[in-house]
């Protein structure tokens, strides 16, 4: 990774309060092309409202949010969606009786650039299912495809919002805690799905788990009170006294 590697996504003075309470900011962060990035750092450092303003999902409060070299600040979830930014979402939320195959054939049809008319032909269908279970095979859920999304175990549920989340091909996509919750089998395949999907884009993910961060991360910033504490590689920011204190302050181990 060099320096000089082209950011797709950036935030510049970015900044978000509640009420007089100062969430986030001013941050400042540079995403690289084709990177794992880990947000990290002790709770209540900032990193889920954080994630949400890069997905527009919390609206900013002051300072700009960049991506491929385009102002996004103020735009919503949807069209920066558009733009090829995906998050993972939970299926829990979503239908509990759709199949998980259902599922990624509705997140297929609604990316349809063609829209309705298109999608509700037989053929257009057809192609979604074959589509749908090509990427329900990329994550380990072949046998699950006419499983009811409610009735999935957990791991597998979610790995079928990470399937969600890569359906429409996004360049970059951002992961809020992929791993939490998860058993250590489940941890594994989760971190090699990843690995496998990052391929040819670029990879945000909120992740409390060291080991995940370790193994999956290029690059790591460390948050605390809303601020940037540290950046580098996990060797790095690991090493670093401040980052270790403020650990510890928060009562990590
Ligand atoms: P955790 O690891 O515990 O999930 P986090 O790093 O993701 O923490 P955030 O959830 O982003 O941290 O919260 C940062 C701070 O902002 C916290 O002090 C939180 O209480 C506050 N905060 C977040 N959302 C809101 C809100 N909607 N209204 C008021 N305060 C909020």
Same mark, same amino acid.
């Given at each position: 990774?060099?320096?000089?590697?082209?950011p797709v996504l950036e935030t510049r003075a970015l900044t978000k309060a509640y *009420?007089?309470f100062t969430a986030v900011g001013p941050v400042d962060l540079r995403i690289?092309?084709?990177?794992?990035h $880990?947000l990290?750092g002790?709770?209540?450092a900032g990193k889920t409202t954080l994630f949400h303003l890069l997905t527009g999902h919390v609206p900013a409060g002051t300072g700009r949010i960049v991506l491929?070299g385009r102002d996004i600040t103020g735009h919503?979830p949807?069209?920066i969606?558009?733009? *090829?930014v995906?998050?993972?979402?939970? =299926?829990?939320?979503?239908?509990?009786?759709?199949?998980?195959?259902?599922?990624?054939?509705?997140?297929?049809?609604?990316? #349809?650039?063609?829209? @309705?008319?298109?999608?509700?032909?037989?053929?257009?269908?057809?192609?979604?299912?074959? @589509?749908?279970?090509?990427?329900?095979?990329?994550? *380990?859920? $072949?046998?699950?495809?006419?499983?009811?999304?409610?009735?999935?175990?957990?791991?597998?549920?979610?790995?079928?919002?990470?399937?969600?989340? +890569?359906?429409?091909?996004?360049?970059l996509?951002l992961?809020?805690?992929?791993?939490?919750?998860? *058993?250590?089998?489940? +941890?594994?395949?989760?971190?090699?799905? +990843?690995?496998?999907? @990052?391929?040819?884009?670029? =990879?945000v993910?909120v992740?409390?788990?060291?080991?995940?961060?370790?193994?999956?991360?290029?690059? =790591?910033t460390v948050l605390q009170r809303g601020r940037i504490l $540290?950046e580098?590689?996990?060797?790095?920011?690991? #090493?670093?006294?401040?980052? =270790?204190?403020?650990?510890?302050?928060?009562?990590?181990?």
């Amino acid at each position: 990774m060099t320096l000089s590697s082209r950011p797709v996504l950036e935030t510049r003075a970015l900044t978000k309060a509640y *009420g007089g309470f100062t969430a986030v900011g001013p941050v400042d962060l540079r995403i690289s092309e084709g990177t794992v990035h $880990a947000l990290v750092g002790p709770n209540g450092a900032g990193k889920t409202t954080l994630f949400h303003l890069l997905t527009g999902h919390v609206p900013a409060g002051t300072g700009r949010i960049v991506l491929d070299g385009r102002d996004i600040t103020g735009h919503s979830p949807e069209r920066i969606a558009r733009l *090829g930014v995906a998050r993972s979402f939970q =299926v829990t939320s979503l239908f509990e009786h759709a199949t998980a195959a259902e599922h990624l054939e509705l997140a297929l049809m609604a990316g #349809s650039p063609l829209g @309705r008319a298109f999608w509700r032909s037989d053929r257009a269908l057809a192609r979604h299912r074959e @589509r749908a279970l090509e990427l329900l095979d990329q994550v *380990g859920l $072949a046998r699950w495809a006419d499983e009811p999304a409610g009735r999935l175990p957990y791991g597998r549920g979610r790995a079928l919002e990470l399937a969600l989340a +890569i359906a429409l091909d996004p360049k970059l996509l951002l992961l809020d805690e992929p791993t939490a919750g998860m *058993g250590t089998e489940d +941890i594994e395949r989760t971190v090699e799905l +990843i690995g496998r999907v @990052r391929q040819g884009r670029t =990879v945000v993910l909120v992740e409390h788990n060291m080991q995940v961060v370790a193994s999956l991360a290029e690059r =790591v910033t460390v948050l605390q009170r809303g601020r940037i504490l $540290a950046e580098g590689s996990y060797d790095d920011v690991r #090493s670093d006294e401040r980052v =270790v204190e403020a650990y510890l302050g928060a009562g990590h181990e």
